[in-house]
T-cell receptor
């Protein structure tokens, strides 16, 4: 099956700085890569996704890059704000299955 | 307008009991999922149903039995509950493409926190 590795497990940044979270996947058949944000006690919420035919996607302060050859993808958050503090999960999908990374606890200090 | 809803939100029960969690989606999606999130926050898929048919069954004890009465509902019944079943269970839904590959976003319900004592 698919194996998704996510790093770092914790990340602390100062407000206004950038944050980068990296993931690798093992199955070259995976074709969809979403990122979810989960606040404490809440449901995972999709914040951005990318498909295997695209190398980069941006939505305001959030961007995702995908390198299919190297089988890795990254989440970039610019101008971080305290409300960005949460656990972020990457995932890789094939055949309808979402395989999640183990999450990154992002803390943004004011 | 709740897109994916689950009941109950909290469930506290004793070992050996049988319990059910219900999920409903009003997004018109044809595929629904159950995920388990353990105490370390790891999210793992358990089951998936497409148009009321089971299409994914990861390695889950057969004490767990999903049931889909229609494509808007997916329930999870758990027999003989064990301490290790304590977790947050999330339902999700998505629209599967006609090619059989789900490359569209999955929307999660609010979760059911199950505590087995």
């Amino acid at each position: 099956g698919e194996n998704v590795e996510q790093h770092p497990s914790t990340l602390s940044v100062q407000e206004g700085d950038s944050a980068v979270i990296k993931c690798t996947y093992s199955d070259s058949a995976s074709n969809y890569f979403p990122w979810y944000k989960q606040e404490l006690g809440k449901r995972p919420q999709l914040i951005i996704d990318i498909r295997s035919n695209v190398g980069e996607k941006k939505d305001q302060r959030i961007a995702v890059t995908l390198n299919k050859t190297a089988k890795h993808f990254s989440l970039h958050i610019t101008e971080t704000q305290p409300e960005d503090s949460a656990v972020y999960f990457c995932a890789a999908s094939r055949l309808g299955r979402l395989y999640f990374g183990r999450g990154t606890q992002l803390t943004v200090w004011p | 307008d709740t897109a994916v809803s689950q009941t109950p939100k909290y469930l506290v029960t004793q070992m050996g009991n049988d319990k059910s969690i219900k999920c409903e989606q009003n997004l018109g999606h044809d595929t629904m999922y159950w995920y388990k999130q353990d105490s370390k926050k790891f999210l793992k898929i358990m089951f998936s149903y497409n148009n009321k048919e089971l299409i994914i069954n990861e390695t889950v004890p057969n004490r767990f039995s999903p049931k889909s009465p229609d494509k808007a509902h997916l329930n999870l019944h758990i027999n003989s509950l064990e301490l290790g079943d304590s977790a947050v269970y999330f339902c999700a839904s998505s629209q599967m493409t006609s090619g059989g590959r789900s490359s569209y976003e999955q929307y999660f319900g609010p979760g059911t926190r199950l505590t087995v004592t």
